[in-house]
């Protein structure tokens, strides 16, 4: 007979550690700056489109 294992598995290890509010707080801020860096490359982007002169 298999022995039941109650350690977490891999993915509820990483479920738990990411539902931290420091480990939160951090994947918001990431998320804020990179989705900031789009807005900004989006911006050059139209703009070099539209520029005749660049």
């Known amino acids: 007979m298999v022995a039941c294992d109650d350690q977490p598995n891999l993915v509820e290890r990483a479920v738990f550690k990411l539902s931290e509010p420091k ?32």
Do not use: C, D, E, H
């Open 23 to 54: 480990n939160q707080a951090r994947l918001l801020q990431v998320a804020w700056k990179i989705s900031l860096l789009m807005m900004v490359l989006g911006f050059i982007i139209m703009i070099r489109t539209i520029s005749p002169y660049m």
